[in-house]
């Protein structure tokens, strides 16, 4: 059971626009999401996060965008840069529930930016 | 600030045998979380301590899976007997109390023949 789902499983983009990542789940009780950026053998780097309570949030280059009643949530890079190139994890949890901090990944998305 | 630090980096083994990993979290972390990501799939749940305590392990796959946190500072997680399904990369995470972004170490990849 897929409780959270990238379906993307690879995008790729020319240096310079923008990137968006998709992330879907069907649990109704997550409340808090989180994108991790991950290298090859090195371990998950967090990057941006979003309360349910906001429909953006904004760090530099890079925006998540929350849609609670599509359970559908995104993240924009502009503009998207050759060291960006990584796997792109979603993952979310319910924040403050009987499971604090456990955290329900997707199956990630390699993003490619080329030069 | 030292990061999550996970030991060893790799480790194979056979079937049968058995492995401990160990994490060292964040300083004052009083969370601390062990993952596993298996054949390039979705990273999933294993088990959470705070502190010392586990307060939820309803991700552990089966007994042969024992994670402690005595003292509530570094974790080990031993399995024992390895199976081959159990090959993958286990990561620990931390985070502070009351706060849901959770810091990765680096993974152990673990390769049972």
């Known amino acids: 059971d897929q409780q959270v789902k990238q379906n993307s499983p690879s995008l790729s983009v020319q240096e310079g626009r923008i990137s968006i990542l998709n992330c879907d789940y069907t649990?109704?009780?997550?409340?808090?999401f989180l994108w991790y950026k991950k290298y090859p053998a090195e371990g998950p780097t967090f990057l941006i996060s979003?309360?349910?309570?906001?429909d953006k949030n904004e760090d530099g280059r890079f925006t998540v965008f929350l849609n609670k009643s599509a359970k559908h949530l995104s993240l924009h890079i502009v503009p998207s840069q050759p060291g960006d190139s990584a796997v792109y994890f979603c993952?979310?949890?319910?924040?403050?529930?009987?499971?604090?901090?456990?955290?329900?990944f997707g199956q990630g998305t390699i993003l490619t930016v080329h030069p | 600030e030292a990061g999550v630090t996970q030991f060893p980096s790799h480790s194979v083994i056979e079937k049968g045998q058995t492995v401990t990993l160990r994490c060292d979290p964040i300083s004052g972390h009083d969370n601390l979380y062990w993952y596993r990501r298996v054949m390039g799939k979705e990273i999933k749940f294993l088990l959470h301590f705070v502190k010392e305590s586990k307060q939820d392990e309803s991700g552990m796959p089966n007994n042969r899976f024992l994670a402690e946190r005595t003292g509530g500072t570094y974790s080990t997680l031993k399995v024992q007997p390895a199976e081959l399904e159990d090959s993958g990369v286990y990561f620990c995470?931390?985070?502070?109390?009351?706060?849901?972004?959770?810091?990765f170490g680096p993974g152990t990849r673990l390769t049972v023949l």
């Open positions: 649990n109704s009780m997550f409340d808090y």
């Open positions: 995470a931390s985070s502070q109390v009351n706060t849901d972004t959770q810091y």
């Open positions: 979003i309360s349910s309570i906001k």
């Open positions: 993952a979310a949890t319910e924040a403050g529930g009987t499971s604090y901090g456990k955290l329900t």
